[in-house]
Structure formats: structure tokens, C-alpha cells
């Protein structure tokens, strides 16, 4: 009997890695499940892991020919492979990289720009077209074919038997305790591991309060497991870093309201997944709003202010993000942001994330005149003169320069400071170009009042 396999239809024609792992999937599904399977299956599956290998092969050495007979142009390339980029997109900082290169950086837990390492307000990747066009017809010109695009992102395919275990896992969380635990454990594990077990949840709109029921009805009984709770809430912040889940997420009433008690709650672990979670959330302006009208910032102040080492960052990422609309800096300021994130700062904890959120906050006019009432302006203008962090100064200047301008009590210091070290007149000559420009502005309100009091 003839043998068929994968190549029967076309032999010049290279199936998708995702078409090759899903027969791969079924043939050694029959070969473990079926006492009596043939022969011919496990040619088969060997013929499908020599397709897979040829597949490989052949991406390699496309990536060798880039590398030995090709000058790349450099912006081609990505910042983080160093490669030319298939299918280029844009950070929120504006830089450009390969969509699997940034999104690895991404799921790591990084919240900076892998390049200009600033603070990410959001981890939407928006697709360059243009760069895109560009590395097309510069291909074109040295004859070179690169991969579908689509292809070199997801070689991961979900199958029905994927979908059904999905499914069973869920109807598991309404179950006794054991059964809970077990299946929360798990869907932890798939979440983290598998990016379209996170798209999953994005098909129907009952997923995402099966996963929570647990949490809501022990909520109510007044007794909530730790490790159950730790799973589901890690699970959530899973799949809410997949952008399509964000909206649906965050929309989800229940959501917000055990993030909140996660927050407040639970292993530290907990807590911290928890703000995570409303970090990767917060990329998306409308759950800003969301979150923000929630009261959500109040939690997360009260955690900064508790000063878990092992949350702080995610917290600060969080609280960051969350200030970008005026709306959450009021609702910040008024729950006691300012004297927490001061007070920190003054310790010398997270220093670099703490001035970036607090000169945020200076925006708010009640914000300044806290700033000022606790001791802010000798604060700022010590981690001018002792910093060599250029952004932490340019931060430290733009404070200063709003409270200088509101608040003439606080002159005084400034001239003082400006006396003695020259702060300000350094950094007005040294400084980045934003720094320079508060500086100077400083020093010239200074110098007015100085000449009217001559005057005078």
C-alpha cells in the first residue's frame, strides 16, 4: 500500500509550522492512545518531524544569508536580535523593534523601553507599516524572500482537544475545593506558558467569571484559600497581557473588585500579580477610567506605603500608568499619593520610578503645595547636586520649577541652595534639554526678584 504523508498534495510546497505541529499532535496522540496502531503512522510522524526540521533549516539559513552575504541597513535591524526585522512594530517610547523580540522583553516583566529605558505608558505594539514597506522593497532589490509574517509570530496552534481541556478546566472551578485548586493551578501554568490558551478567554465572555467564581462565592462565605486565590489572580494577569483580552478584562464587573482585594490581601505574591495586573490593564485609556473610578489607586498607594520589596515595582508601574489622566492624579493625590511616594523617595526607595510618578503629580496644585509643606524642596534639590541619574534631575527641576512658581515662600531655599552649590547654574549648563530649560527658568525668576528688591 501506498504511503501518504504531508508532502503527498505538493512536494514543492513547505507546509506552516502550525499545520506541521497539529499533524505531529495527532499522529503521536494515535501512536500513545491506540494499542494497535500501524506502522505507517509512525512514518508518518517521523516524516512530519523531518518537515519541521527542514522548516527550521531553512528559516536558519535565511537568517544565515542575512548575516554573510548581505549589509543590512541598520535601521532594518532589530535593537534586540541585531537581525532584520519581519514584521516591525512600534513601543510606546516611539522606537521601532521585531514583534517577537519585544514581545519576549514584554512578558518577562519589563516596563521600560529596552533601548531608551523609559517608563512605558502603555505595552500596545502598533505595526510599522512604513519600515515595513521599506525592508520589503529593499528584499525585493537583493532577491531575498522573507518569511510570512504571520507565520514567524505564531507557530502556536490551539486544537479542539486544547479547546475542550480549556473548557473542562473551567467547569472545574465551580466544583469542590480540590478540584478548584487543581484546575486554578493549571490554567496558571497554560496561561504563562501558551499565548493562545490567553486568547481563549477572549471567546466568550462567561470565561472570565468562571475563572473568578471561586474568589467571589468565598468572598461571600467570608473565607477565601490563599493558594486558590494567588493561581486565579496570576491567571488573570496572564491573559490581560494578551491586547486583545484588556477591554474585555477590565469591562468584566468583577474584575476590578478582586483585584482590589487581592491587593489588600493574600501571599505577597498575590498582591503584587495583582498590581501588575492593573498595570498591563492600564495600557488601554478607556480601563484608565475604569480602574481610576473604581478606587483602585488607594489600594495601591496603601501597598506602596507598606514597602514590600518584592511589590514595589509593580505597584509604581501601575500607580504610573494609571496618573496619566488628570482625572487619576486628583484621585491619587487625594488619596494620600504625594506624602507616601515623598516619603519613600526621602528613604531612597525605587528612587528612579517614585520621581517620575511624583512629577507627574505636580501638575495638581494641591499636589505642589504638599510637596512644599513636607520638606520636598531641599529633597529635589539634594538629588540634583548628589544624582547621576540625568532623568532623576530633570524630574527633581521640573518639580521645583512648578513650585516656584506657585508658591514665592519657597525662593528662599532655592536662592540658599544656589548660593552655597551652584545646583541650579549646573544643571542649567549640563543638564538634558528639558532640565536646562526648567533651570533657567528658575534662575531667571530668582534673578527678577533680586533686581526689584534693588529696585525697590
Keep these: 500500500m501506498a504511503k501518504t504523508g504531508v508532502f503527498d498534495s505538493d512536494p514543492t510546497v513547505m507546509p506552516k509550522a502550525t499545520e506541521l505541529k497539529k499533524e505531529l499532535q495527532k499522529l503521536v496522540r494515535l501512536i500513545v492512545d491506540d494499542v494497535d496502531y500501524r506502522t505507517e503512522t509512525i512514518d508518518q510522524a517521523r516524516d512530519t518531524l523531518c518537515a519541521l526540521k527542514e522548516l527550521k533549516t531553512k528559516k536558519r539559513s535565511l537568517s544565515l544569508k542575512l548575516h554573510e552575504t548581505v549589509s543590512c541597513p541598520e535601521e532594518f535591524k532589530c535593537p ?5 526585522m519581519r514584521d516591525p512594530v512600534i513601543l510606546a517610547s516611539g522606537q521601532t523593534f521585531d514583534r517577537p523580540y519585544i514581545q519576549r522583553w514584554l512578558k518577562a516583566g519589563n516596563r521600560t523601553c529596552p533601548r531608551t529605558q523609559q517608563v512605558l505608558s502603555h505595552t500596545i505594539l502598533t505595526p510599522n507599516h512604513l519600515i515595513r514597506e521599506m525592508i520589503s522593497q529593499w528584499c525585493r532589490s537583493q532577491g531575498i524572500e522573507l518569511p510570512n509574517s504571520v507565520q514567524y509570530i505564531n507557530e502556536e496552534g490551539i486544537t479542539e482537544a486544547d479547546r475542550d481541556h480549556f473548557l473542562s478546566l473551567l467547569k472545574k472551578m465551580s466544583a469542590t475545593l480540590p478540584d478548584q485548586t487543581e484546575a486554578a493551578k493549571e490554567l496558571r501554568l497554560l496561561t504563562k506558558r501558551m499565548p493562545s490558551f490567553r486568547a481563549l478567554f477572549g471567546e466568550s465572555r462567561d470565561a472570565i467569571p468562571q475563572l473568578l467564581s471561586p474568589l467571589s462565592e468565598s468572598k461571600c462565605e467570608n473565607g477565601i484559600n490563599p493558594n486558590l486565590q494567588e493561581d486565579v489572580i496570576t491567571t488573570l ?9 484588556k477591554k474585555l478584562v477590565a ?15 493574600g501571599t505577597i505574591e498575590t498582591r503584587s500579580n495583582a498590581a501588575a495586573a492593573l498595570f498591563t490593564l492600564s495600557a488601554l485609556d478607556s480601563n484608565k477610567e475604569v480602574i481610576g473610578k473604581s478606587g483602585a489607586l488607594k489600594p495601591l498607594i496603601d501597598l506602596l506605603d507598606e514597602g514590600h520589596q518584592s511589590a514595589m515595582k509593580d505597584v509604581a508601574s501601575a500607580i504610573f500608568n494609571l496618573c496619566i489622566t488628570h482625572e487619576n492624579k486628583a484621585r491619587a493625590v487625594r488619596d494620600g499619593g504625594v506624602s507616601v511616594i515623598l516619603k519613600k523617595i526621602m528613604d531612597g526607595v525605587h528612587v528612579d520610578e517614585l520621581l517620575a510618578i511624583l512629577a507627574m503629580l505636580s501638575t495638581n496644585h494641591r499636589a505642589v503645595e504638599e510637596i512644599g509643606d513636607l520638606g520636598g524642596v531641599s529633597c529635589m534639590l539634594r538629588i540634583i547636586r548628589e544624582s547621576t541619574c540625568d532623568r532623576n534631575k530633570e524630574n527633581c527641576i521640573a518639580i521645583l520649577h512648578t513650585i516656584c512658581l506657585s508658591d514665592r515662600t519657597k525662593w528662599k531655599a532655592m536662592r540658599e541652595e544656589e548660593s552655597t ?3 541650579i547654574s549646573k544643571l542649567a549648563q549640563d543638564g538634558t534639554a528639558r532640565a536646562k530649560r526648567k533651570a533657567t527658568g528658575i534662575l531667571e525668576r530668582l534673578k527678577r526678584t533680586v533686581n526689584l528688591t534693588h529696585t525697590a
Design 80 to 84: 534586540l536580535s541585531k537581525e532584520l
Design 237 to 245: 494577569l496572564n491573559l490581560s497581557i494578551h491586547d486583545n483580552n
Design 251 to 265: 469591562e468584566t464587573p468583577m474584575v476590578i473588585p478582586l483585584l482590589m482585594d487581592a491587593l489588600r490581601s
Design 421 to 423: 552649590h551652584g545646583t
